[in-house]
């Protein structure tokens, strides 16, 4: 079993930062892509951003940037200039290949709040 633990949401002031990570573990062969998506009340979730085993990155705002540690099964995202647009739950997401299947299989985290407000 895969399990994915998001921190660093909150409460940040519009233009303030924010960096969450996404930690994975369990019975993990590897890692292919770990990326955040996020989704507001009402609306479609959405990528942020997202990054492979190899280092390509694929964004959807120019103010963050997504990080990795594939050593620790970890990725980041700095969020920076932050808006209230930008409130949403923001989700972990990752292909990981099992010990015990030899294909990529899709996991999610639980979520982390996000909210930008004055």
């Known amino acids: 079993q895969v399990q994915l633990v998001e921190s660093g949401g909150g409460l940040v002031q519009p233009g303030g930062s924010l960096r969450l990570s996404c930690a994975a573990s369990?019975?993990?062969?590897?890692?292919?892509?770990m990326g955040w998506y996020r989704q507001a009340p009402g609306k479609q979730r959405e990528l942020v951003a997202r990054?492979?085993?190899?280092g390509s990155t694929n964004y959807a705002d120019s103010r963050f940037t997504i990080s990795r540690d594939n050593a620790k099964n970890t990725v980041f995202l700095q969020m920076n200039s932050l808006r209230p647009e930008d409130t949403a739950v923001y989700y972990c997401?990752?292909?990981?290949?099992?010990?015990?299947?030899?294909?990529?299989?899709?996991?999610w985290g639980q979520g982390t709040q996000v909210t930008v407000s004055s």
């Open positions: 997401h990752a292909s990981i290949r099992i010990r015990s299947y030899s294909l990529d299989s899709e996991y």
């Open positions: 369990g019975s993990i062969f590897s890692i292919s892509s």
């Open positions: 990054i492979s085993s190899g």
